[in-house]
């Protein structure tokens, strides 16, 4: 079955740090990729996503490149901030119809200190 | 717009007793996705409903069950409560039409069972 693994945290940094957060996935298909993010007490939203080989999603600072060949969409910021403290989840979503099922990585919590 | 919204944001009930959880989601989307998230287990799929019929399951005993209303709100039932069923209870809304499964979560409803 489709499964995805995320680097174990947590993982702390200080302010400005470049953080790498590492993802790889298995799947069947051609599946999209996402990276959500969870604030302390809420729930996800959506970071960025890639829906094929070679994309790249983008937001707030945050990339992530879709490697069909190393099977991997790892996360990076080039200077983090202390608001960029929460729990990252790497997932994905096989085929292009629009209704299969999310399939999560286990999560990491990234800790950003002044 | 408003989000997706999920009550009650907090319950707590003991072992045996059964539970329903509401999800409004967001005007004009029409396929609803449940999951349920713990320490241990992560983020994992319940089902999804679409036009008032189910048309995912995840692999969740019949204690689970939802159904959806024809303003596309959506609910979750757990009858004879257990302490594992413990969890965030996060509910997701997608776009008609789109072609990937970019979900829009709630802030979830936190479940203690004692």
């Known amino acids: 079955g489709n499964s995805v693994t995320q680097m174990e945290g947590p993982v702390t940094l200080s302010e400005e740090a470049f953080l790498t957060i590492n993802c790889t996935y298995t799947a069947t298909g051609y599946p999209s990729l996402f990276w959500y993010v969870q604030y302390p007490g809420e729930g996800l939203q959506l970071l960025l996503k890639a829906t094929k080989a070679d994309d790249k999603g983008s937001n707030k600072g945050f990339e992530a490149t879709y490697r069909k060949e190393t099977t991997s969409f790892h996360l990076e910021k080039g200077s983090v901030q202390v608001s960029d403290s929460a729990v990252y989840f790497c997932a994905l979503s096989e085929g292009n119809s629009g209704n299969t099922p999310l399939v999560f990585g286990k999560g990491t919590r990234l800790s950003v200190i002044a | 717009k408003a989000g997706v919204t999920q009550t009650p944001r907090y319950l707590i009930k003991t072992r045996g007793q059964q539970v329903t959880l509401s999800c409004s989601p967001i005007s004009g989307h029409r396929s609803v996705s449940w999951y349920q998230q713990t320490p241990g287990q992560g983020l994992q799929f319940l089902f999804e409903?679409?036009?008032?019929?189910?048309?995912n399951k995840g692999n969740f005993p019949g204690r689970f069950s939802g159904r959806q209303f024809s303003n596309s709100r959506s609910e979750m039932n757990v009858s004879t409560l257990e302490l594992g069923d413990s969890a965030l209870y996060l509910c997701?809304?997608?776009?008609?039409?789109?072609?990937?499964?970019?979900?829009?979560f709630g802030p979830g409803t936190r479940l203690t069972v004692l």
């Open positions: 409903y679409f036009s008032e019929t189910q048309r």
């Open positions: 997701a809304s997608t776009r008609p039409g789109q072609k990937y499964n970019e979900q829009f």
